[in-house]
């Protein structure tokens, strides 16, 4: 396929899901394993709430009537050990990880302004129904400091199934000697996985099904779309268990890349390898796997072989046939490389190939529609656009309904409840002050706020100030809730902070226009 056309497709499908969001651009579920055992489906349907910390991850996870309730998380900003601590509740929570143990039906998605887990990485345990996008994952160590995750970007093991890993990135700036271990590892039985559209890259080891050769109960994962670029090992190490790659696009594999061992079997087709030693084999032992190998190419490869290096190479044929029980597109190998740069990796929409070696809109990215912003439709105007907000010229249309919102705590209800356009639910910080706040994907131009307190609550507000969260400018100040008017700003983010209050204050409704 054209490159310049593949890129034009991109652009449009990436500006359809920022303008439109999920209400009109259906997020589609797993390719591969993850879709069977009954589907994955995340947090489908539950609570969204919006975390700018790993402490809001924590409280977010504890704050649910059940640990079933499901739940999606929008998280934008820095992840990292100084805003992480551990929340008590039925959740088991903990300051150095972000950890999913005994809970299910959550979905954990970076918003388009990015969402970057710096040094600290997500750990699953005892879990199920789990999806991961949209995040990137870097430098988690398990020496050194600080340490976190036994040094996996992310980490199943004990008791995982269905687990939707998808457009997200992840990355380490070295080996074990570095202080650092697997990029994705799964462990003592995790099952029914889909390793999709992600950047896998720069570390010593990508992953590994089984921990050692005893750890038989770790199988049935799908590998599809990923971009892998300099790994030295494990794409992944598997023992025992049947893994599906196909589309993959490997640059760099420095030791060696797909092996199965101890009877563990990978299917591996329409794969591109470039630059690669002994992409496929059983490595490092004499204890045998097997591969079914179809349509792969093998640009610039070398197959090195001696006493436990048993390459499939350099002419791979299979050693055994393996039986896919789900349904999926195949794109040409020969595009292969062109469609994963063009998707793989957090922040480009959701960008997916269509199977036919073309590229399409995946979903949302969390700033638009009712599962990442709140909003009826999306659009926030008729042409999709947010309205006439671009010119100088504030709308009549209240931009908060097509917000995303975060705050600095919640003492009751959530940050959406202040654009919920009900006047029954409420947002109250923990304290007598706090900071609520709206914030778009796109630049909005407002001139207008107004601050609407709940039934009850009725000026408890003293003192506040509205700011510009994009350069720390005071759009204004005063006491009292109401309307409050400005110079039209144009900004992606305002910030109304309750500075002073009688009581704990309450608001039901921050409008925008």
Request: proline share 3%; charged share 20%.
């Amino acid at each position: 396929m054209n490159k310049n056309i593949m890129k034009t497709k991109l652009a449009q499908s990436m500006t359809f899901a920022l303008l439109f969001g999920a209400s009109s651009v259906v997020m589609a579920g797993p390719v591969g394993y993850a879709s069977l055992n009954g589907g994955t489906t995340g947090g489908e349907g539950g609570q969204v709430v919006y975390a700018t910390t790993g402490t809001e991850i924590n409280q977010a996870m504890c704050s649910r009537e059940a640990d079933d309730t499901p739940l999606i998380i929008y998280v934008s900003g820095v992840i990292n050990h100084g805003n992480t601590g551990k929340v008590s509740g039925s959740c088991d929570t903990t300051g150095d990880e972000i950890q999913f143990k005994r809970v299910s039906n959550i979905s954990l998605i970076g918003t388009g302004d990015g969402a970057l887990f710096d040094e600290i990485g997500i750990h699953l345990r005892e879990t199920s129904n789990i999806i991961i996008r949209n995040i990137h994952v870097r430098n988690v160590k398990k020496s050194g400091s600080p340490t976190s995750n036994g040094g996996d970007a992310i980490g199943m093991e004990t008791d995982v199934h269905n687990v939707w890993i998808d457009h997200n990135e992840l990355e380490a700036s070295g080996g074990e000697k570095d202080g650092y271990d697997s990029l994705i590892d799964m462990k003592a039985g995790t099952q029914y996985v889909t390793v999709s559209y992600n950047y896998i890259h720069h570390s010593g080891r990508g992953g590994l099904m089984g921990s050692s050769d005893s750890d038989t109960e770790n199988t049935y994962v799908t590998f599809h779309h990923n971009r892998y670029e300099d790994i030295d090992s494990r794409l992944p190490l598997l023992r025992h268990g049947t893994a599906h790659a196909f589309n993959n696009y490997y640059d760099g594999i420095e030791k060696s890349g797909m092996n199965p061992r101890i009877g563990g079997q990978i299917k591996a087709e329409n794969n591109h390898f470039a630059n690669a030693q002994n992409p496929i084999g059983t490595f490092y032992t004499d204890d045998m796997g097997f591969w079914d190998v179809s349509g792969n190419i093998f640009e610039n490869v070398t197959w090195v072989a001696n006493d436990t290096n048993h390459p499939a190479g350099p002419d791979p044929v299979s050693t055994t046939s393996i039986s896919i029980p789900y349904s999926y597109s195949l794109d040409d190998a020969e595009c292969v490389k062109d469609i994963v740069l063009a998707t793989a990796g957090p922040n480009n929409g959701f960008a997916v190939s269509d199977g036919d070696c073309s590229v399409e809109s995946g979903g949302d990215t969390g700033n638009g529609g009712d599962t990442g912003n709140g909003g009826d439709n999306g659009s926030g105007g008729e042409d999709g656009s947010g309205g006439d907000n671009g010119s100088g010229t504030p709308s009549t249309e209240n931009l908060a309904l097509i917000a995303g919102s975060d705050g600095s705590s919640k003492g009751h209800g959530s940050y959406g409840d202040v654009r919920d356009g009900d006047m029954s639910s409420y947002w109250s910080p923990s304290s007598s002050t706090g900071r609520i706040s709206l914030k778009w994907g796109e630049a909005q131009t407002i001139s207008t706020v107004i601050i609407r307190e709940a039934a009850g609550f009725e000026g408890r507000i003293t003192s506040w100030t509205l700011t510009n969260n994009d350069n720390g400018d005071v759009l204004a100040t005063g006491s009292g809730a109401g309307t409050i008017t400005f110079s039209a700003t144009t900004l992606n983010k305002v910030n109304f902070n309750i500075t002073g209050s009688n009581g704990t204050p309450a608001v039901a409704e921050f409008e925008s226009y």
